[in-house]
């Protein structure tokens, strides 16, 4: 399964989001496309195109943020929101997905992340 992970810059993302994942079983079990993992800008719309599922850690708003989401609905691809507890999301959110995902800590946000691609792949 191709997951597309999107995030604000906002977020210390490689720290709390790339190198968990890439360093835990999910990266052995599934292919993760991260935007800002290389030095070379990648050409999100295409990768959502062909990715699986689109996950978005959704804890800080930002415009870049919301094109992919928007990109990822109007292709008809099942988007989940992953957020921190104790954060503001944004209301206008729920225009493109209706899944959202409480976490509390890097280890919770695996934990919820593994939890929903064992569903994903049995459907």
Not at 34 to 46: I, K, L, M, Q, Y
Not at 78 to 100: A, D, M, N, P, T
């Amino acid at each position: 399964m191709k997951i597309y992970f999107c995030h604000s810059k906002e977020l210390d993302f490689k720290r709390e989001l790339y190198l968990p994942i890439r360093e835990s079983e999910l990266n052995e079990k599934y292919e993760f496309i991260f935007p800002h993992e290389g030095e070379d800008a990648v050409n999100s719309r295409e990768i959502i195109k062909t990715s699986d599922v689109v996950f978005s850690e959704v804890s800080f708003p930002a415009t870049g943020l919301g094109i992919e989401l928007g990109w990822a609905s109007m292709l008809g691809k099942q988007i989940v929101c992953f957020y921190r507890s104790g954060s503001h999301v944004s209301g206008s959110l729920k225009f493109v997905s209706q899944e959202f995902v409480e976490y509390r800590d890097i280890e919770d946000l695996k934990k919820k992340i593994t939890e929903k691609l064992e569903f994903l792949s049995v459907q």
